[in-house]
């Protein structure tokens, strides 16, 4: 139940609210968008990323088809992720236009979440394949 305090989801929300990412999950997160079409944002608008135990690929995939913004210069999907983090797996899902650069908010920040993951699903990990970008079309 979402208002459950108790519930994983309600620690997950409380722990991010009084422990603030670290310097390095905020280099980071700033060094993959810049990976991904060189868009400048500030560090203090870079979003805390939200915790996982285990993502999967059905997750992915079920964010891509409902939070997909109502904005005709969404085109797709990209999943960047970055391995060898303290926190596990960084991930970087957004949604692209057709030349693959985040589209931004009329706010300025771009459609999509940061992630970090102790550990992906066998799934998503062989979608990955050692590669750091997936592309969904």
């Known amino acids: 139940m979402a ?3 108790h519930s994983h989801r309600a620690r997950l929300r409380r722990r991010w609210v009084t ?14 968008l810049r990976l991904l079409g060189g868009v400048a944002i500030k560090k203090a ?29 969404v085109h797709h999907g990209a999943l960047l992720t970055r391995h060898g983090l303290p926190m596990g797996v960084l991930c970087l899902q957004l ?26 699903d ?3 990990e062989g979608m990955l ?3 750091e970008l997936i592309i969904f079309e």
């Open 3 to 5: 208002d459950d305090p």
């Open 19 to 32: 422990e603030p990412p670290s310097p390095d999950a905020l280099e980071a997160i700033a060094a993959l």
């Open 45 to 73: 608008q870079v979003p805390r990323p939200i915790a996982w135990d285990l993502l999967t690929f059905d997750e992915i995939i079920r964010y891509f088809v409902d939070e997909r913004p109502d904005d005709p210069q």
């Open 95 to 120: 949604f692209v236009d057709q030349e693959n650069k985040p589209c931004l908010a009329p706010s300025g920040s771009p459609y999509g979440r940061v992630m970090a993951a102790k550990q992906l």
């Open 122 to 124: 066998r799934e998503l």
């Open 129 to 131: 394949a050692g590669k």
